[in-house]
């Protein structure tokens, strides 16, 4: 399929700003990972209380994020999308003009932020509901591509916090914030299609399939891995290496790209390979660099070890959603939600535990190695469904399995 079919089919204007809009919301979401080390720093928090900072936004995006899915089916993505996006506004302009002062002040800013993780439930049906079930995959790959907010994050976060100051840095984001916000209410569009509204109890009966519980967990490695890591690496350079936060966040930048470009491409080997066949590459492949990482004991082959499992859970990603669409059909709205929340979890898992790790042992290896040893866990699963999976509703499908 040919990316010009985009222009005679759907909406482009919906796509290019439902894009945006979850562009910078990850942006924003991520935040308080770009700035940790100097925020850090200047409140003398210890290892412990960085690593809950930069985590809370993940643990309170996992659950915004099913909030917000329902409302999306009640009052329409894009009324969804301006009042979630005003709330984000308020938060970062109370932060901006107000300052945090404390380790409590960080925390509640962590709490709003969640609310721009939880995007993902706007940005996505609101662009795929324009196009027919044969583009789904070229387009909600390109509405997710906003993931790579972070390595905005990470490359300019550190360096305006420098001339700036980091305080200054929640004021200069609202200009994209606010520009983004202005273009999507202009432009964007709301999909004139009949969709049925989920309730809670629709989540709670899916909770009872047990292959919904085997998603869950293995989107909380994929996507946990991808933004823990994310939120974490400035100040896990700027502890191990004793780097600035400006070189850290290049190194961090360069680290968690190729992750965040990895979605799609895991997608496409996912459906050359099977699904299951990609997640066993994909997790065995982020063990092993997780382990190389907590070994590695020059700068280099660290960053090369976080590289490649950025690059292996951004991968994982994408074949999880490659495989959800198989199994649950006719109940995918609710599942992204649930795998989303799940994926949220493992990122709140991640990046605290790797501030608690530090913090009591004055290394980052336990916490490595734990994630690690999720991954292993994550293939011994595997090995226990893909018969199952591929004798049953595997065996109906038109994808490989």
């Not at 482009?12 to 925020?39: C, E, K, N, R």
């Not at 439930?121 to 909600?140: D, F, I, T």
């Not at 050359?272 to 997640?279: C, S």
Request: with cysteine; aromatic share 10%.
């Amino acid at each position: 399929m040919k990316l010009s079919t985009l222009k005679t089919s759907g909406h482009w204007p919906t796509l290019l700003t439902s894009f945006l809009y979850f562009d910078v919301s990850f942006m924003v979401w991520t935040i308080l990972g770009a700035l940790g080390a100097q925020i850090g720093t200047t409140l003398g928090l210890p290892p412990q209380q960085k690593g809950l900072m930069v985590a809370v936004p993940y643990l309170s995006g996992a659950f915004i994020r099913i909030l917000l899915g329902m409302l999306v089916d009640r009052i329409g993505a894009k009324n969804t999308g301006i009042i979630a996006q005003l709330i984000v506004i308020a938060g970062m302009t109370t932060a901006w003009l107000t300052g945090l002062h404390q380790f409590s002040h960080t925390l509640m800013l962590g709490v709003v932020l969640g609310v721009a993780g939880a995007s993902f439930a706007v940005a996505l049906p609101q662009a795929g509901r324009w196009y027919p079930p044969h583009m789904q995959g070229l387009v909600l790959g390109l509405a997710g591509a906003g993931n790579v907010g972070v390595v905005i994050d990470a490359i300019m976060a550190p360096r305006l916090a420098v001339i700036y100051g980091w305080n200054a840095v929640f004021g200069l984001a609202l200009i994209p914030l606010v520009l983004v916000l202005a273009c999507y209410i202009i432009f964007s569009k709301e999909a004139q299609v009949q969709v049925k509204k989920k309730r809670l109890v629709d989540y709670a009966h899916l909770l009872k399939e047990k292959d919904a519980h085997w998603f869950c967990f293995f989107y909380t490695i994929s996507f946990g891995g991808f933004s823990g890591l994310a939120a974490s690496l400035i100040i896990y350079f700027t502890s191990e290496f004793h780097l600035a936060p400006v070189e850290a966040g290049t190194w961090a930048a360069m680290c968690t790209l190729v992750g965040a470009l990895g979605r799609p491409v895991g997608g496409a080997l996912a459906d050359r390979l099977g699904g299951i066949r990609a997640l066993h590459v994909f997790f065995l492949a982020a063990a092993l660099a997780l382990v190389l990482a907590a070994f590695a004991g020059t700068l280099p082959l660290c960053a090369l070890g976080f590289f490649l499992a950025s690059c292996a859970f951004g991968m994982a990603n994408g074949s999880v959603f490659q495989l959800l669409p198989q199994r649950f059909a006719k109940d995918i709205g609710v599942m992204t939600g649930l795998v989303g929340c799940g994926g949220g979890l493992g990122g709140f898992m991640l990046a605290s535990s790797l501030g608690y790790s530090k913090g009591l042992t004055g290394s980052y290896l336990a916490g490595l190695l734990a994630f690690a040893t999720l991954c292993v866990l994550a293939l011994i699963g595997l090995n226990l469904v893909k018969i199952r999976w591929r004798t049953t509703w595997g065996a109906l499908s038109e994808a490989r399995i």
